[in-house]
């Protein structure tokens, strides 16, 4: 069974870039997975980032932007800022009605 | 407002039942594709299942299948979560979820609204 695949955790500095990827365990994410991001912060439900690869939802500031990078999808942060700090999942579909969540990577600011 | 609130969450014994209940307001719920997520302590996101707008489809992840089992009335405006045969691994927040097809696509790839979530407990 293939698994949807992120970092476990990442840091960026203050003001800084950083790109988080989904990958698969066995292939290319490629665009008919629809990737789509979610933020999450401790006790919080998840709010919904990005969606269709690179369509923020709305009231997301475009710090935020999607994309797919070689055989992955990517979410990447510009100007990271300190309540960024949160757990990132990325969703992609996987066909016949089934969607997967990545295991989610922890994003430290500091 | 789009507002999705669940209830039904509990203490329940290994092997016991339960039913989640998802109340939806601030859009025309029959329209859209609802969706169960689930989140164990401390872990990450799990997809549950999804139902289309008119309930003659349901999907489940492969570890309820059997067990669980999605559905929807549109004149209440409600989604449910029937869960049997509840094991301690079932332990978890369910999350209630709009979803969402790509444009010019049919099956949810996303979800853009999310409820509070409620807590799930399987334990003797």
């Known amino acids: 069974q293939t698994v949807v695949t992120q970092e476990p955790s990442f840091s960026v500095s203050p003001g800084g870039t950083v790109t988080l990827t989904c990958g698969l365990s066995?292939?290319?994410?490629?665009?008919?997975?629809?990737p789509s991001w979610y933020q999450q912060t401790p006790g919080q439900a998840p709010r919904t980032l990005i969606y269709s690869i690179n369509t923020r939802s709305s009231g997301v500031p475009d710090r935020f932007s999607g994309s797919i990078l070689g055989s992955k999808a990517a979410l990447t942060i510009t100007g990271a800022q300190a309540d960024d700090e949160s757990h990132y999942y990325c969703?992609?579909?996987?066909?016949?009605?089934?969607?997967?969540f990545g295991g989610g990577t922890k994003l430290t600011v500091l | 407002e789009v507002q999705l609130v669940e209830s039904g969450g509990g203490l329940v014994q290994p092997g016991g039942s339960l039913r989640l209940s998802c109340a939806a307001s601030g859009f025309t719920f029959s329209s859209y594709w609802m969706s169960w997520v689930r989140q164990a302590p401390g872990k990450g996101l799990e997809w549950v299942a999804n139902i289309k707008e008119d309930g003659s489809e349901k999907y489940h992840v492969d570890s309820v299948k059997g067990r669980f089992t999605i559905s929807r009335d549109n004149a209440k405006n409600s989604l449910y979560l029937h869960m049997n045969s509840l094991r301690a691994e079932d332990t978890a927040v369910y999350y209630c979820?709009?979803?969402?097809?790509?444009?010019?696509?049919?099956?949810?790839?996303?979800?853009?609204?999310w409820g509070q979530g409620t807590l799930v407990t399987v334990s003797s």
């Open positions: 066995s292939g290319s994410v490629s665009t008919t997975y629809y």
């Open positions: 969703v992609l579909y996987m066909g016949s009605g089934i969607v997967a």
């Open positions: 979820a709009r979803g969402r097809p790509p444009i010019g696509s049919y099956y949810v790839s996303h979800f853009d609204y």
